[in-house]
């Protein structure tokens, strides 16, 4: 079936290092990708989307490429901020909408 | 824009009580979701209205949960008989289109049950 999948539930990074937060799916129809972010006691909210194969996404920073070819979506940031620290959760859908599907979510944690 | 607005944001109620819980959203936007959150299970969708009409209730623990969209403005989640297992924030966003556009997402209501 569809699903979206996230292989770390926690990462802890140092202030200034890169991170990469892993995003793979499986579905059988045309993929519409997402990344939201929720930083704590807020609600989630977007942070990146597309549908488009191999075309850099990029927003506040972090940017993300879907890749049909190997079903990923991975979420980039070249230096993470103490701001960063939220969770990370990437969702599924297609682009006529038939279904959606979220990841675990991802908890980033920076530290000075 | 007010954004997604949910009410009340935090309710405590008895082991067997009911809860009502509130969600209006953007205006224009078409379709309403609502999710569960917990440390123990993440993020878990609960149902989704497109147009005032139920799409997807697949989410929706077939006893005591209801869920309803009287208008466009506004949709309900009651709980009925509470059990402690029910605690969770309760999340309910909006988007324009369905379930392929950008999810608006509210504050959501700290549900308590004791």
């Known amino acids: 079936g569809d699903s979206v999948t996230q292989t770390e539930g926690l990462v802890t990074l140092t202030k200034g290092l890169p991170v990469m937060l892993n995003c793979t799916y499986q579905?059988?129809?045309?993929?519409?990708l997402f990344w939201y972010v929720q930083h704590l006691n807020e609600a989630p909210k977007l942070l990146l989307k597309s549908s488009t194969d191999n075309k850099r996404t990029e927003h506040q920073g972090f940017y993300a490429t879907l890749h049909k070819s190997s079903s990923s979506f991975h979420l980039q940031k070249s230096s993470v901020q103490l701001s960063d620290s939220a969770l990370y959760f990437c969702?599924?859908?297609?682009?006529?909408?038939?279904?959606?599907?979220f990841g675990t979510g991802t908890k980033l944690q920076v530290v000075p | 824009n007010a954004g997604v607005i949910q009410t009340p944001r935090h309710k405590v109620t008895g082991k067997g009580q009911e809860a009502t819980l509130w969600c209006e959203p953007i205006?224009?936007?078409?379709?309403v979701f609502w999710y569960r959150q917990t440390i123990v299970q993440g993020l878990e969708f609960l149902t989704y209205?497109?147009?005032?009409?139920?799409?997807?209730d697949s989410g929706m623990p077939k006893e005591r949960f209801s869920a309803q969209m009287p208008n466009q403005s506004h949709s309900t989640l009651k709980i009925q008989s509470t059990q402690p297992q029910d605690s969770a924030v309760y999340l309910c966003?909006?988007?324009?289109?369905?379930?392929?556009?950008?999810?608006?997402f509210g504050p959501g209501t700290r549900l308590l049950v004791l």
């Open positions: 579905t059988t129809y045309s993929p519409f």
């Open positions: 205006s224009g936007h078409s379709a």
């Open positions: 966003a909006s988007s324009w289109g369905g379930r392929q556009d950008t999810q608006y």
């Open positions: 209205f497109r147009n005032q009409a139920p799409i997807d």
């Open positions: 969702a599924l859908s297609d682009i006529s909408g038939t279904y959606q599907r």
